[in-house]
């Protein structure tokens, strides 16, 4: 058994992801902006999250909304400036909060100086900086790589008769980790960040750093579907997660650990064997590969035990795991689930073990919006129109009030809001006891105040059909999730069970006594204190 303070606040804490463009605009141009985020810290702080992670806010052309970046170590005008910035980590601070920067290695924009330089001449001393490459015979791209937006992931440069490689947007093109000079000019970024007093990073595309030198063509996918997106149609054996790429994971971490108690967070999108590799060897790794099961998983409450149970089987012994239900990448999870099971996966999130990491609005049960066509954002879509990937309609305006534009912005929203924000809102569900944002709020502090539910061990607890179970455990306290992941009500047998429920997703049978025999609910979760 431990005590709390032997763990970092990355571990027992909750992370709040803020997509900046969509939370508080606080000039009225429609975008959201870091002075926007100042403005809501006090709504923060009532919720009860530890850490705020922002995506990306640096100089960008805005091709892919801040995943491209012109310049590192500045701040776009847009969402504000270093001083704003500086304005926020210490208010963030002050409140005993942290905040975590989205770094974003793999790539820059076409935009950025080094990019610009490389592309003069092939001679450029920053041409090896990015991955360039002759042309196959007959003048067609290098390999069949493909971009993740779709088409093939090399653009050809008139000026200079050579592809660059760009996994994502032409206007993205990768960096050559290879080349040491581009470790050492992301690692001064990253140090330049630190030394300001960001707590951490989330690491944009964690597992996409390095590709196969030898650029061997990807084989095709056996599992490919019409109507999937273009690049679905390779497995990206060659292109994505090389080996190599662990020992960049490595020496990201040493850099980050060089400071006091900061995390690094990797995006990374792989099975779970993979995934678990970026922990590092002897941890040396990421703190939290970012697993995205929750998202990406049918939500079946058999499936979801064995994921849960395969991943913390998988987990190496000192890998501290973390969850997630939503991101500016996914659908919102209320969408994907409906709203009723929406407060199931918040207990879900709150209980399992490991770190919750929650998207801006998926507190107030916000969906997913639909975009009229005139309306769209996200080059995403753009690139692939009406299959369904387009990012928009998760990216949508908070709704603060129901006030005009929700209180988010006295100008036009850069994205339409929900069409339900006038019920459904901050404003109003803080008073509302039974509302999403209540729930959330409690399930929060419930795992403030229970070390069982921060730090505790997972236990499995067996259970049938649509129930989920298990048992948090710490020292002397054991809690019991149950939760109810269908439509029908339920009843589960838990041998010798005496406690007391301590909190249901119905916010309404606190304090009844649990037995033996659990009745659940419809779309109901709860949460027992075991005697
Ligand atoms: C990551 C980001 C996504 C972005 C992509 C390219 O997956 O989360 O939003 O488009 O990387 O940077
Ligand atoms: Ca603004």
Not at 99 to 109: A, C, G, K, R
Not at 377 to 404: H, L, S
Not at 472 to 484: K, Q, T, Y
Request: aromatic share 10%.
């Amino acid at each position: 058994m431990h005590d709390l303070d032997d763990y970092r606040w990355w571990q027992k804490g909750t992370i709040y992801q803020i997509y900046p463009r969509s939370f508080q605009d606080s000039n009225g141009d429609g975008i959201g902006d870091l002075g926007g985020v100042l403005q809501r810290l006090d709504y923060l702080e009532w919720l009860g999250v530890d850490a705020l992670w922002l995506s990306p806010i640096f100089s960008s052309p805005m091709a892919d909304f801040g995943y491209d970046i012109s310049d590192y170590r500045a701040i776009d005008p847009r969402f504000g400036t270093m001083e704003d910035l500086d304005r926020l980590l210490d208010a963030v601070h002050a409140r005993g909060m942290k905040l975590i920067l989205d770094l974003v290695p793999n790539h820059t924009s076409d935009q950025h100086p080094w990019f610009r330089e490389a592309r003069a001449s092939r001679d450029s001393p920053k041409r090896d900086w990015y991955l360039w490459e002759d042309p196959a015979p007959g003048g067609d791209p290098p390999n069949n790589w493909l971009s993740v937006f779709g088409g093939s992931a090399w653009e050809y440069d008139e000026a200079t008769g050579q592809y660059y490689y760009h996994a994502f947007l032409a206007a993205q093109p990768d960096l050559n980790w290879r080349n040491p000079d581009v470790r050492t000019a992301m690692f001064d970024v990253m140090r330049f960040w630190l030394d300001k007093g960001a707590d951490g990073f989330r690491v944009d595309v964690m597992w996409h750093l390095l590709k196969d030198e030898r650029l061997r063509h990807n084989p095709p996918n056996p599992d490919y579907r019409p109507g999937q997106p273009e690049h679905a149609r390779l497995v990206p054996a060659y292109s994505e997660d090389q080996y190599e790429v662990h020992t960049i994971v490595e020496q990201m971490r040493a850099v980050t650990d060089a400071y006091d108690d900061r995390v690094l967070i990797g995006e990374v999108y792989l099975p779970l064997g993979r995934l678990v590799a970026y922990y590092g060897p002897e941890g040396r790794g990421a703190h939290l590969p970012f697993n995205f099961q929750l998202i990406l998983l049918p939500w079946e409450a058999r499936r979801l035990d064995a994921a849960v149970n395969a991943y913390e089987g998988a987990l190496p012994s000192n890998g501290w795991p973390n969850w997630v239900l939503s991101n500016h990448d996914k659908p919102r999870v209320a969408s994907r689930v409906g709203p009723a099971q929406a407060r199931v996966a918040a207990m879900l999130l709150l209980t399992l073990r490991g770190t919750p990491i929650l998207y801006y609005g998926d507190e107030l049960g916000m969906e997913n919006v639909a975009i009229p066509p005139d309306r769209v954002q996200d080059p995403r879509e753009m690139k692939e129109p009406g299959i369904g990937v387009g990012r928009d309609p998760f990216r949508t305006p908070m709704p603060w009030d129901e006030g005009p534009n929700a209180g988010f912005s006295e100008g036009i929203p850069w994205l339409p809001l929900g069409a339900d924000y006038k019920s459904r809102n901050v404003s109003a569900q803080q008073s509302d006891p039974d509302s999403m944002l209540t729930l959330y709020r409690r399930l929060i502090a419930l795992r403030k105040d229970e070390p069982a539910l921060a730090v505790g061990d997972f236990v499995p607890v067996p259970a049938e059909g649509d129930v989920l179970a298990y048992d948090r455990v710490h020292g002397g306290r054991r809690l019991l999730i149950a939760l109810n992941l269908g439509r029908q009500p339920q009843q589960m047998n838990y041998a010798g069970l005496s406690g007391r429920i301590l909190l249901s997703t119905h916010c309404d049978r606190e304090g009844d006594s649990a037995h033996a025999t659990l009745r659940l609910r419809a779309d109901e979760g709860v949460i027992v204190a075991v005697r």
